[in-house]
């Protein structure tokens, strides 16, 4: 059974730290495509960060990068958003996502449940 199961989200305040881990099970972690969504109030869902199967190149959107960091260990199947520096733009719900094409039957995507990033003072 294919499960995504995102932890560490809470309530920091501007200017803290926050860990985000997402555990995978029932498929072949090493070859997908491992992202983080987020999905603030009152907005659509966007694409924060991501990082390739095999690990060597990420990519952030602008308004995270230098303060997010995306790392994945295909040992243990999980893959971590590390967040400093937050501000209140950050809250939202953040979702993890596995994704693969797969000939012949397209794009492959595997989400998490959320978990919910809370920035205030």
């Known amino acids: 059974q294919v499960q995504l199961v995102e932890s560490g989200g809470g309530l920091v305040q501007p200017g803290g730290s926050l860990r985000l881990s997402c555990a995978a099970t029932?498929?072949?972690?090493?070859?997908?495509?491992m992202k983080w969504y987020r999905q603030r109030p009152g907005k659509e869902r966007e694409l924060v960060a991501r990082?390739?199967?095999?690990?060597?190149?990420?990519a952030y959107v602008p308004s995270v990068k230098g303060r997010f960091t995306i790392d994945r260990d295909d040992a243990k199947k999980t893959v971590s958003l590390q967040m400093d520096r937050l501000n209140t733009e950050d809250t939202a719900v953040y979702y993890c996502?596995?994704?693969?094409?797969?000939?012949?039957?397209?794009?492959?995507?595997?989400w998490g449940q959320g978990t919910q990033v809370t920035v205030s003072s």
């Open positions: 996502n596995a994704n693969r094409y797969q000939e012949p039957i397209g794009d492959v995507d595997y």
């Open positions: 029932g498929f072949d972690f090493s070859l997908y495509e």
């Open positions: 990082i390739k199967s095999g690990g060597g190149i990420r």
